[in-house]
C-alpha cells in the first residue's frame, strides 16, 4: 500500500507540473537505511527580525537578505539590511495573494504562491515583474543550483524546474531513514553541493517529532544525507510543548535558511521571529 501511494503522489506530481519525463528510481519499494549524521550548532551572532514578517522564503546577495514573506495581506518581497533588520526596498503583493518561496537565479528573483498557482519572476535591482508562470499544485520551497530550480509542494516529492519554462525536468523521491517519505518539505537553500530544507513544524509527532530539524537533501538523487539539529535556538520566538491552545506563536516554525557562499555564512531565521541567526555546525553532543 504504501508503494502504491508513494506512486500515485509523484504521478500527481507529474501531472501538476507539465509532464516531468525523468521520475527518480529512489521511488521504488522503501527501504530502511542506517542512523545518518546529525549535527548541531553554535550560534555565531543574532540580528534583529521583523517579528511581523511570515517568513517564507529567505537568501543572500550582496550583503543583504532578501526575504519573502506570507498571508494573505502581507504578502511581499524584501530585501533588508542585517545588522539592523530595516527593510530598505519591499514589493507588496496583492491582498488575495499568499507567498512562498523565494530564490535568486541571474538578475532574477522567482517567487512562489502557496495556492494561487503563479510565479512571479523579480528584476533583482528594482523588484519590477518580469514575468509570471503558473503551475497546478501547491508553492511551498525553492532553491536553486544555478542552474535549474527546486520546488517543493508539502508533498515528498520535490521537483527540479527549467527556469525559462517553470517545467519539471525531473522529480525527486525524498525519503526518511525508516523508509517513509519525508513530507512537509518547506523553505530550500542550497549550500555548498546539497539542498537544505525546512520541515514544517517538524516537532509534531506525525510529522517528525524532532523540534527545528533541517533535512540535508542530495540535489541529484534526493537521498537523504543527514539532519542538522536547532532544537531550542530561539525558544521565546516559538510556542514549546506545553504552549495552551491558541497561543500566537504555535504557526511560528523554523522556515528561513540562507547561505552567503563567499562568506561560508549561515543564516536561520522563522516565521514572525523576533531575531535572525548566524550559526556554525557542530558535530552533535
Not at 499568499?98 to 523588484?127: C, H, M, P, S
Request: charged share 20%; glycine share 10%.
Amino acid at each position: 500500500m504504501r508503494v502504491l501511494i508513494l506512486f500515485v503522489t509523484i504521478l500527481t506530481a507529474m501531472g501538476c507540473s507539465g509532464g516531468a519525463n525523468i521520475v527518480e528510481s529512489n521511488a521504488g519499494t522503501p527501504t530502511k537505511s542506517g542512523p545518518l549524521p546529525v549535527a548541531g550548532f553554535e550560534i555565531v551572532k543574532a540580528y534583529p527580525h521583523d517579528p511581523k514578517a511570515f517568513t517564507q522564503g529567505l537568501f543572500f546577495h550582496q550583503g543583504f537578505l532578501y526575504e519573502s514573506t506570507g498571508q494573505e495581506g502581507f504578502s511581499s518581497l524584501r530585501k533588508v539590511e542585517i545588522e539592523t533588520g530595516k527593510v530598505v526596498q519591499k514589493s507588496d503583493l496583492p491582498k488575495t495573494v499568499f507567498a512562498e518561496g523565494a530564490t535568486l537565479l541571474g538578475d532574477k528573483v522567482y517567487q512562489l504562491t502557496w495556492q494561487d498557482g503563479i510565479a512571479r519572476v523579480f528584476n533583482i535591482n528594482d523588484f519590477s515583474i518580469v514575468k509570471e508562470f503558473s503551475y497546478q499544485g501547491e508553492g511551498w520551497g525553492l532553491t536553486t543550483d544555478g542552474t535549474n530550480l527546486f520546488m517543493t509542494d508539502r508533498t515528498h516529492v520535490m521537483r527540479v524546474l527549467n527556469p525559462e519554462t517553470f517545467k519539471s525536468i525531473k522529480m525527486l523521491a525524498i525519503m526518511r531513514e525508516d523508509g517513509r517519505p519525508l513530507m512537509n518539505i518547506n523553505e530550500l537553500e542550497y549550500v555548498k553541493g546539497e539542498i537544505w530544507a525546512n520541515i514544517w513544524h517538524s516537532e509534531q509527532p506525525e510529522v517528525l517529532g524532532k523540534p527545528n530539524y533541517i533535512a540535508r537533501i542530495d540535489p541529484q538523487s534526493g537521498k537523504l544525507l543527514g539532519w542538522i539539529n536547532l532544537a531550542g535556538i530561539s525558544p521565546d520566538d516559538q510556542s514549546g510543548p506545553d504552549a495552551k491552545p491558541g497561543d500566537p506563536r504555535q504557526e511560528n516554525a523554523l522556515n528561513g535558511i540562507a547561505y552567503d557562499a563567499a562568506g561560508d555564512r549561515i543564516f536561520v531565521t522563522g516565521k514572525n521571529w523576533k531575531k535572525l541567526y548566524e550559526i556554525k555546525l557542530k558535530p552533535q553532543a
